[in-house]
């Protein structure tokens, strides 16, 4: 069979509707180029055009002229009926998925704002301890300084000594990591022997200590910062080397 | 606020729609009447629903192709068109439902609910028209004729084909007879109802 003669057989299917939905869309394409193909449909058509006068008239329901009118008078596009439920009950499944994720968010939130809280708190303290601290060194009555001997580290030490409270506030700077198996110390030389005051912590800033002095050794005469083995024998490290000194 | 639904269309008990008056009807269209669209709705309306909810089925889809029916012709109203106005908007309707129901496959439904039925004596006849006579009674009548003039086998699948929208495949599937066969009776059918309906060019009561 020729392409046209099949297009020729069907131009009766198509005119009353009885080809399967891609013939139709074939037929319809063809009949834009075939002029002939389009005058027989159409004549088709036209002697078949009251067959569907053949049903039995439906009363319509109240109302429909109406709404039909106003559909095709309101520009706006009404929904297919299917649409609006559809809409709910997909928005009813967002609804519930977002309810879900914003009960995670929320709880999410409540678990940052607890962190943020003791942030906060953690904060406050260092900042009450600093504003303390400012205090101390605003009031102090001397002040020592001493470059620590470390080689090749700008490194030192000032101390803020507050007689009326009987402490030192400390200001570290610039000491390296220990090396292993030692640490820094500062040690009080007193009247009646020495004590460690306190260990120095290592790191890139500043580290801010205060520091009791000793009461039960007499006068405090001077300081010594060290670095000195961690481990001990009678209270005292089994080797110390002094990287600096302050004397009152 | 949108015209209010009217009769001046049918006048008294002459249910009479002539050549002439649907030609005004078409002008007052294409010049955007919106009373001619109430006026349209309301003739055509009945025979519209009686035709898609035959094939669909489905009182809401019924009326969505309705919508999308009468949305075309106030769209695309030609002044100068090559056919009638009402023929024009049966078969516009007629193309939607039948694209509705290849869309969602109701062909299975619709041969399930034919073999759940007394098929061939559903098949032989056609429910009663309406009591108060609807404009185009007559042409209906005629219609009915030439379609009762057929031998039974070939009103079958008229009916299965046209006013059910089943394609050949379907209507030879349900009624277990050869594809040929269904586009033989078809054909002959067809061919026999063109020349019965000839005669009507206008619709007049």
């Given amino acids: 069979m020729r392409a046209h003669s099949w297009f020729v057989e069907h131009r009766e299917d198509f005119a009353t509707g009885s080809l399967e939905r891609g013939e139709m869309v074939v037929f319809r394409e063809h009949l834009t180029r075939c002029e002939e193909c389009r005058d027989a449909t159409a004549e088709l058509e036209h002697q078949l055009r009251w067959l569907p006068l053949g049903v039995t008239p439906v009363a319509p329901p109240p109302g ?3 709404r039909l009118a106003a559909g095709v008078l309101d520009r706006r596009r009404t929904m297919p009926r299917w649409v609006l439920p559809t809409a709910l009950a997909a928005s009813a499944v967002i609804a519930a998925g977002i309810w879900t994720q914003e009960r995670r968010a929320v709880r999410a939130l409540a678990a940052e704002v607890d962190d943020l809280r003791r942030t906060l708190v953690s904060r406050d303290a260092r900042l009450a301890a600093t504003l303390d601290t ?5 009031q102090a009555n001397r002040v020592l300084q001493t470059r620590l001997a470390i080689p090749g580290v700008e490194a030192n030490v ?4 507050q007689e009326s409270r ?18 820094y110390a500062l040690w009080f030389m007193c009247e009646k022997g020495m004590r460690q005051g306190a260990a120095l912590p290592s790191g890139s800033g500043s580290v801010v200590l205060v520091i009791a002095k000793p009461t039960d050794l007499g006068a405090v005469l001077s300081a010594s910062v060290t670095q000195e083995s961690e481990a001990m024998t009678n209270g005292m490290p089994l080797s110390k080397r002094e990287i600096g000194a302050l004397t009152l | 606020m949108y015209p209010q639904a009217t009769t001046s269309i049918v006048t008294g008990n002459r249910l009479t729609l002539s050549a002439a008056r649907e030609g005004d009807l078409r002008a007052r269209l294409c010049a955007r009447d919106q009373q001619a669209l109430v006026e349209l709705i309301e003739l055509t309306t009945p025979w519209l629903l009686g035709l898609v909810h035959g094939m669909l089925q489905d009182h809401d889809e019924s009326e969505d192709v309705l919508l999308d029916t009468f949305r075309q012709v106030w769209d695309k ?11 024009l908007v049966f078969r516009i309707a007629r193309n939607k439902a039948i694209d509705r129901l290849r869309r969602r496959k109701r062909r299975t439904a619709l041969a399930a609910r034919w073999r759940a039925s007394a098929v061939p004596e559903e098949l032989m006849t056609f429910p009663e028209t309406i009591a108060t006579p609807h404009p185009g009674w007559q042409v209906q009548t005629q219609v009915r004729e030439a379609l009762g003039a057929l031998p039974e086998e070939q009103r079958a699948v008229v009916h299965l084909a046209y006013y059910q929208g089943m394609t050949h495949g379907d209507i030879a599937a ?4 050869p594809l040929g066969t269904v586009k033989t009776r078809l054909r002959l059918a067809y061919t026999k109802l063109r020349a019965s309906l000839a005669s009507l060019r206008e619709w007049v009561a």
């Fill in chain 2, 77 to 87: 109203i030609d002044p100068a068109g090559p056919t009638g106005l009402l023929p």
């Fill in chain 1, 166 to 183: 009987n402490q030192w506030t400390v200001v570290v700077h610039g000491l390296p990591p220990a090396p292993a198996g030692q640490r």
């Fill in chain 1, 134 to 138: 400012l205090s101390s060194i605003r």
């Fill in chain 1, 64 to 66: 429909l002229t109406r």
């Fill in chain 2, 174 to 177: 349900e009624l277990a007879l």
């Fill in chain 1, 158 to 161: 000032v101390v803020f000594e």
